[in-house]
């Protein structure tokens, strides 16, 4: 059976799409369950919006959500030397304060900043189930997307600057 026959049948047929774009912000924001941050992109891509009744419909947005958990991970992923500076902080944070603080949202834009990305993008509807970081099964209760960053290539810019940190955090002068 194709995709075509599958949808005449009621099927719902995941796809995942793949989108180059630049960074050109990051915001933050409070939600009810974390902070997140919204990353402003240099192109419209398809997503869902909130009307002023509280109904979701598909659009276009220039702009994607996420959790800042999820953002430092995938980040991380594809700039491991971020991840050294991310651990840095974390350590001295909890030696200093006791507090679980690395990298913030100022710092990723910093050097996320014109950043050309690489997002792959799977649509998900009401119903649908997933599972959470914490190996948790849970069901989708409106339409969206779960996006994935899967290559970053900063600019020659932020690449002097983590070497710069990366350079004094190896000597001790941070």
Do not use: W
Request: glycine share 6%; aromatic share 8%; net charge neutral.
């Amino acid at each position: 059976m194709n995709n075509n026959e599958a949808r005449a049948k009621g099927a719902r047929i995941t796809i995942m799409e793949t989108y180059k774009v630049k960074f050109q912000r990051i915001s933050v924001y409070s939600h009810i369950d974390d902070i997140r941050y919204r990353i402003i992109l240099d192109k419209f891509i398809p997503g869902y919006k909130i009307d002023a009744d509280g109904q979701v419909f598909k659009s276009t947005v220039n702009y994607i959500d996420i959790l800042s958990t999820a953002l430092i991970a995938q980040t991380i992923r594809c700039i491991p030397n971020l991840g050294i500076i991310h651990a840095y902080l974390m350590e001295k944070n909890l030696r200093g304060t006791g507090k679980r603080i690395g990298i913030n949202a100022a710092q990723l834009q910093a050097y996320l900043t014109d950043a050309d990305v690489t997002l792959e993008r799977t649509e998900f509807h009401p119903g649908e189930e997933y599972t959470t970081t914490d190996g948790e099964v849970c069901i989708h209760k409106f339409d969206g997307y779960t996006t994935n960053i899967t290559d970053i290539v900063i600019t020659a810019n932020a690449e002097s600057i983590g070497n710069r940190i990366i350079n004094c955090i190896m000597l001790g002068n941070i």
